[in-house]
């Protein structure tokens, strides 16, 4: 069996082997330690509960660069959707991204506007029941195991008994998730509505695709089914100039459709890429993606990971989110290449002074 310590599944969870760290004490009063600069800043503690792998129907490919097996375990990310409503960033009171981007999203949706030719399936009823072996059903999904949990909720790994494809399935808690603050007047619940209204309207090879939206007014559960990306970017020993260039040229073609749409992903890194079994790049975790109704792309919440953060990103003033993205690009291009990151300190602040002054070291 392949080596289980990395892998990827979905637009919802992600979970990486990381680089060795030296972490210490924080040294000042920004209290985050070098691990967690590696995470999104509104990130969300797992339970440690994964699906193991361990379905004599499921196969296992461990290939040049990339890592389709299950994840163990052993080493949350914590990087992709799920948040406790910690937010390091705080947003400005004088100026909601998030709301502008929900008015953008409905206008445009009122008018008809729509990126994809096929329409996101939306279902207002939970059917549960079992298959003739026994295995738990919602709807026509078979269920086959976990693949990530959370406070929030879990992914599951399902299988369409309709067109026999497996989907990764992020299955919520709404009530919970309507408790949770991620800024003062949004719930976490808004922010999983706004993520699915933006998703509905996207149709990319290098995007990663929402298939249905499963919200039983009578259920606790809310359900977002997505295409299963078999694996991920396993970078941590670099993976090749050649693979590089396949893989950037997969990443800079669905930034471009974004960026051309008025989409700002805001957290392009390593770990929101997943890679089809045919080696296609497709982004994914659109959870913190802002949408602009012209070209003025400013935002002033810093985005995303600490360590992809562009300078002007670390000042708390106004930046462009194009510009950061294409930051962000350029940062998940070196840990590629070279295997390690470009800019990491023991603290918040040690790590932004670095992205201001330090210059990484380039292989010839």
């Excluded at 296992?60 to 660069?65: E, L, R, T």
């Excluded at 295995?135 to 790994?157: D, E, F, P, R, T």
């Excluded at 990306?229 to 990443?251: N, S």
């Excluded at 810093?302 to 462009?320: I, K, R």
């Amino acid at each position: 069996m392949a080596d289980l310590t990395d892998m990827g599944c979905c637009s919802c969870f992600s979970f990486l082997r990381k680089p060795s760290v030296k972490v210490g004490r924080p040294r000042d009063t920004d209290g985050m330690l070098s691990k967690d600069l590696l995470k999104r800043q509104t990130s969300e503690d797992f339970d440690g509960s994964f699906y193991t792998g361990d379905d004599p129907d499921l196969s296992f490919y461990n290939g040049d660069g990339i890592d389709r097996s299950f994840f163990n375990g052993d080493d949350p990310d914590r990087s992709f959707y799920e948040r406790d409503g910690t937010d390091y960033n705080h947003e400005s009171d004088d100026e909601p991204p998030r709301k502008r981007s929900e008015d953008i999203i409905l206008t445009r949706a009122q008018s008809g506007f729509a990126c994809r030719e096929s329409l996101v399936k939306e279902t207002k009823k939970v059917v549960r029941s079992e298959d003739d072996l026994g295995n738990k059903m919602i709807n026509q999904y078979v269920h086959l195991g976990k693949i990530g949990a959370g406070s929030y909720g879990k992914v599951v790994l399902y299988r369409n008994i309709e067109d026999g494809k497996l989907y990764a399935v992020k299955v919520l808690n709404k009530p919970h998730m309507m408790k949770v603050r991620v800024v003062r007047s949004e719930t976490a619940m808004t922010d999983v509505i706004r993520e699915v209204s933006l998703m509905k309207m996207l149709s990319h090879p290098n995007i990663v695709n929402l298939i249905e939206v499963i919200d039983d007014p009578n259920s606790d559960k809310f359900y977002m089914v997505l295409e299963y990306v078999e694996g991920k970017i396993v970078w941590d020993k670099g993976i090749g100039e050649a693979t590089c260039r396949k893989y950037l040229r997969d990443i800079i073609s669905g930034v471009i459709y974004l960026h051309s749409h008025n989409i700002i992903h805001s957290d392009i890194k390593p770990d929101n890429l997943l890679v089809t079994s045919t080696g296609n790049v497709k982004i994914g975790d659109f959870s913190v993606s802002q949408i602009f109704e012209d070209d003025d792309d400013m935002l002033r919440r810093s985005p995303g990971t600490p360590v992809f953060t562009a300078p002007e990103c670390c000042q708390g003033s106004a930046y462009h989110g194009r510009a950061s993205d294409t930051w962000a690009v350029g940062v998940t291009l070196y840990c590629m290449i070279t295997g390690r990151y470009p800019f990491l300190g023991e603290t918040l602040q040690e790590t932004y002074d670095k992205v201001h002054t330090y210059i990484p070291p380039f292989s010839s």
